[in-house]
């Protein structure tokens, strides 16, 4: 699912679960700890995560069939992409999302969780739980807005509708676009330059920057308000639905019920 390479202090992560469009799944997630505990080992200075050249999705996002059923605790659900996005935020080296192809659902928060996110000019971000009538936790929606403004998140997570590359660069969401043809050469440029700068400076300010991103004071009940709302949807007919729809290929009947 996974192809690790490491040259020049710098290691690479290529999806490569194509016949699934990438689709996140734990057996994933598993592998992709693993590279990143052979990278630490190996003190690579800066990472790049991608996909296959050329691909036309880069990651379709969640795996749907990993998703709990419908009137299973989703508090109690062990959910594989709250680890992979733990894993991008305590690696100690930069992490730089190289993106060719179209983002989808939990990739969206999978690539806004890495440090630095080049893009070709053709890529598209479409966040799509609300298509499913998936509703989505607490620290995949601080991995949003620690990434866009608040309106911009909403317009994502709303309408569930394709945001150009290019718009989310000139809000601050992504740091460069550029033609696919060159692509590759400004991300191996960019994790060379990283991995020539001193890499024990550079991971206590991506962990001092962890701490201050995440340092939003909030009251005990208002927070297990934001997780227990989750039970509203995942109880619903709407999730049922979503996942029945999704399996059969069709147009899901929304009720809000």
């Avoid at 036309?56 to 062990?78: Q, T, Y």
């Avoid at 001092?208 to 308000?225: C, S, T, V, Y």
Wanted: glycine fraction near 6%.
């Amino acid at each position: 699912m996974l192809q690790i390479d490491i040259s020049e202090d710098i290691g690479t992560v290529t999806l490569d679960r194509e016949h699934r469009r990438n689709a996140l799944c734990e057996e994933m997630v598993q592998a992709f700890s693993a590279a990143l505990e052979s990278f630490r080992g190996a003190d690579v200075r800066c990472m790049v995560l991608r996909a296959r050249s050329g691909c036309k999705v880069w990651s379709a996002g969640h795996d749907i069939n990993e998703l709990p059923e419908p009137g299973h605790d989703p508090l109690a659900w062990r959910d594989p992409l709250r680890k992979l996005i733990r894993e991008i935020e305590n690696f100690p080296a930069p992490i730089i999302a190289m993106i060719e192809g179209s983002v989808w659902g939990g990739a969206c928060e999978t690539v806004f969780a890495c440090d630095l996110i080049v893009a070709a000019d053709d890529v598209t971000f479409a966040a799509t739980p609300a298509k499913l009538s998936v509703p989505y936790n607490v620290g995949g929606l601080l991995t949003f807005l620690n990434a866009a403004n608040l309106r911009i998140a909403k317009e994502m997570l709303f309408t569930a509708d394709p945001l150009s590359a290019a718009r989310l660069c000139s809000l601050g969401v992504i740091n460069h676009v550029v033609p696919k043809a060159e692509l590759e050469t400004t991300v191996r440029g960019m994790a060379r330059r990283i991995a020539a700068n001193a890499p024990l400076s550079i991971a206590v300010m991506k962990e001092q920057l962890r701490i201050l991103a995440g340092a939003h004071a909030m009251p005990p009940e208002d927070f297990e308000r934001i997780q227990g709302l989750r039970r509203v949807v995942y109880n619903s007919h709407d999730y049922a639905e979503g996942m029945l729809a999704f399996q059969e290929k069709r147009k899901p009947v929304f009720k809000g019920e």
